[in-house]
Each structure stands twice: as C-alpha cells, then as structure tokens.
C-alpha cells in the first residue's frame, strides 16, 4: 500500500523554525516528484516548493523563496521541508504529494497524498 505520512508540524512564533518530514512507505520516494502543497482555511490548496525525482531541481513559491528549503533523504525515504523565519501568514496544514511527472502548482497532477499536518505561526 503506498503512503505518505507528514510530520513535524505545530505551534511556533513568528520569525521560529519547523522542519516537516514527508515519509513514504510502499514506493521510493526518490522515483517520484514530490511537493508540499498547503491549505489554510477558507483558501485554495497552494503549492508551496517541489522537488524533482532523482535529486532534480527544486520550485519555491514567490512567498517563501528563500526562507523555506526542500531536500531529499533517501536512505529514510523521506523528504523534507525546512522552513525558516516563519510568519503568520504561514499559518496552514501542509500536505506533501507525488507525482510520476515534473514540478506542478496544481493539486490535480499529484497520485499520491498525505494526511497532512498543521502548521500555526503566532504569537
């Protein structure tokens, strides 16, 4: 059966730190593109940065490049998200997601989901 489960997220100030982990189970995840994507209520899914298979390139979006940092672990079969100098308006649940194609902003080229993980940046 094939699973993505994150972790790591929670309850921070701003201008803190959160690393998320994405681990997969069933497939490898470096064979697959995967994204984190997040949603915060009342709002559309957005991706947020995305890495290639095979240690390919990575994608951020305007909002968190050069804050936010993706990379890859494959003898944990895990991938992670590392997000620094977080603001409020970070505030979300961050699901990771794989693709069998290149980095995509949309949820619907994704296979695979996670349950996600809840991230709250506030005072």
């Known amino acids: 059966q094939l699973q993505l489960v994150e972790s790591g997220g929670g309850l921070v100030q701003p201008g803190g730190s959160l690393r998320l982990s994405c681990a997969a189970s069933?497939?490898?995840?470096?064979?697959?593109?995967i994204a984190w994507f997040r949603q915060a209520p009342g709002k559309e899914r957005e991706g947020v940065s995305c890495?290639?298979?095979?240690?390919?390139?990575?994608n951020y979006a305007d909002s968190v490049k050069g804050r936010f940092t993706i990379s890859r672990d494959n003898a944990r079969n895990t991938v992670y998200l590392q997000m620094n100098s977080l603001k409020p308006e970070d505030t979300a649940v961050y699901y990771c997601?794989?693709?069998?194609?290149?980095?995509?902003?949309?949820?619907?080229?994704?296979?695979?989901w996670g349950q996600g993980t809840q991230v709250t940046v506030s005072s």
């Open positions: 890495i290639r298979s095979s240690g390919g390139s990575a």
């Open positions: 069933g497939f490898t995840l470096n064979n697959y593109t």
């Open positions: 997601a794989a693709s069998h194609y290149i980095c995509s902003g949309y949820p619907s080229m994704y296979a695979y």
